[in-house]
């Protein structure tokens, strides 16, 4: 595979590190945004922006295009708040849908014009186990089924251009995000991993390696797909 250039946003933690790490590891540069930068062991060129900040999200990514040509977008970054339904605060809810929706169309309009002009390009988006339905996880499942749908719809616009557009969905994988609503020998911790055949969370890298795939030549006929990493969770007991 060629040196490619790739965008990964919500870099420094979790799955975006450890996708960081293995891109450049593969020889590629990464570009990684995130609200915290101090990393100075990050694999990439790192930048700090607030993603749920719409005006600096766009002020950035425009600084970004003019130092680089892009050849794909990780749409990596989360945000989450739980509630059951009866408790789900509207304002919470808008701003997950804005958080986790916004900046995809962000960065995928930033770095499409490149990507047309070479004719070759990579969109992969983050969604979740979630979408097929866990307990008060309504808003965050409301965005992450948002996020295949942009998987699917943009794969159809973007195929004759030779942009593929995927989706990967994981179970649950040990970050800090779930572990600050999942601490280690909850009954939420308990009650995931009773959904998960494997009996164990996921490790970042082991994500890390989907989504390295679906950046790779090697993927170049597959588009508009959305991959569930997570032990075996999309095909065991009804998530309820």
Do not use: C
């Amino acid at each position: 595979m060629s040196q490619r250039t790739f965008l990964v946003t919500g870099a420094t933690k979790g799955i975006g590190r450890a996708l960081s790490n293995r891109l450049a590891a593969a020889g590629h540069h990464v570009v990684g945004l995130a609200r915290r930068t101090d990393d100075p062991a990050f694999p990439g060129t790192l930048v700090s922006v607030d993603l749920s900040d719409r005006n600096a999200t766009d002020r950035a990514l425009k600084e970004l295009t003019t130092r680089f040509a892009f050849d794909g977008v990780v749409n990596n970054m989360g945000f989450v708040r739980l509630a059951p339904l009866d408790e789900i605060n509207l304002d919470d809810l808008e701003m997950t849908l804005r958080t986790n929706l916004i900046p995809a169309v962000q960065t995928v309009q930033a770095v499409l014009p490149n990507m047309r002009k070479q004719g070759w390009g990579r969109v992969v988006n983050l969604s979740s186990l979630v979408v097929l339905g866990v307990a008060h996880r309504s808003t965050y499942a409301a965005a992450k089924s948002a996020m295949v749908s942009f998987t699917r719809t943009w794969a159809l616009e973007l195929a004759e251009a030779g942009i593929t557009v995927n989706s990967v969905a994981p179970g649950p994988v040990e970050t800090e995000m779930f572990r600050e609503n999942t601490p280690v020998g909850s009954e939420a911790e308990q009650r995931f991993l009773s959904l998960i055949p494997m009996r164990r969370l996921g490790k970042p890298d082991e994500l890390a390696a989907t989504i390295a795939f679906l950046l790779s030549d090697d993927a170049g006929f597959m588009t508009g797909q959305t991959l569930f990493v997570d032990g075996g969770g999309s095909i065991g007991k009804a998530l309820s």
